[in-house]
Nanobody
């Protein structure tokens, strides 16, 4: 059984920083792309950033230059460093990882439970 657990959310003033973590545990053979998504109240979930197993990154225009996605493969963990936070960044942040649990299984998307980020003005 694979689990993704996010941590690091909280309340921060505009201009502040937070670092989110996404730790994968369980029977894991390999992790491909890790992604961070967010969902604000009344809005659809949107992509924030992704990082492939090779380290290639992709960001939503709204966070470019402020957020940095990274990963630590030895720890099966992904990170999202968020700087210069704005009130419009307020949302529940979710991580998603493409995981293979064995050579007999297909790549499967797993989601974390989400962590709340609130940015006050």
């Amino acid at each position: 059984q694979v689990q993704l657990v996010e941590s690091g959310g909280g309340l921060v003033q505009a201009g502040g920083s937070l670092r989110l973590s996404c730790a994968a545990s369980g029977s894991i053979l390999s992790i491909d792309t890790i992604g961070w998504y967010r969902q604000a109240p009344g809005k659809q979930r949107e992509l924030v950033a992704t990082i492939t197993s090779g380290g290639s990154t992709n960001y939503a225009d709204s966070v470019k230059g402020r957020f940095t996605i990274s990963r630590e493969n030895a720890k099966n963990t992904g990170y999202l460093q968020m700087n210069t936070l704005k009130p419009e960044d307020t949302a529940v942040y979710y991580c998603k990882a493409q995981i293979k649990v064995s050579v007999l299984h297909l790549w499967t998307d797993y989601w974390g439970q989400g962590t709340q980020v609130t940015v006050s003005s």
